[in-house]
Each structure stands twice: as C-alpha cells, then as structure tokens.
C-alpha cells in the first residue's frame, strides 16, 4: 500500500509527499491481497514458502501501532519465477 504522492508539471515533478490512511483503507487493501492469491492456498495447490510468508505478513499488518505504520511495511508478493 503506496502513500506516497507525486505531482508534475511538464513533466518535471514540483512536489511530492505521503498521505494518511485508515485502519478501514488498511483493512481493505489487505482484504483484497488475500483474495487475490487465495487460489494459491486451495487444496491442490501446494503453497509455495514465499506465498505462505506473504500471506501470513497481510494477516499481520494489524499489530502495527497504527494505519500509517501499517501502510509503510506493506509486504511484496513474491515474484511468481
């Protein structure tokens, strides 16, 4: 979950900076990570050790102290090579 902003003008950037979120943004951001890739934790499917850490690190982006601290250690998926 990116917080960062950026504005341009002809293509030069004259200002950037981040943003505040929400648990409820936080919630739903990870809410759909995990929707995402859970066809990678079906039955048939053997979860790869990458995939079960990343997913695991979504379900535990609450304990962060708040929103903002959450959004800033957004875990990456793993690269499907």
Avoid: C
């Amino acid at each position: 979950m990116d917080r960062t902003w950026q504005k341009f003008e002809n293509g030069v950037e004259i200002d950037s900076g981040t943003h505040e979120v929400s648990w409820e943004q936080v919630r739903s951001a990870r809410n759909q990570a995990l929707s995402a890739s859970d066809w990678r934790a079906l039955k048939d499917v053997t979860l790869s050790v990458p995939w079960r850490a990343y997913r695991q690190a979504l379900r535990d982006i609450t304990g962060h102290p708040d929103a903002n601290t959450a959004a800033d250690h957004w875990p990456e998926a793993p690269s499907d090579e």
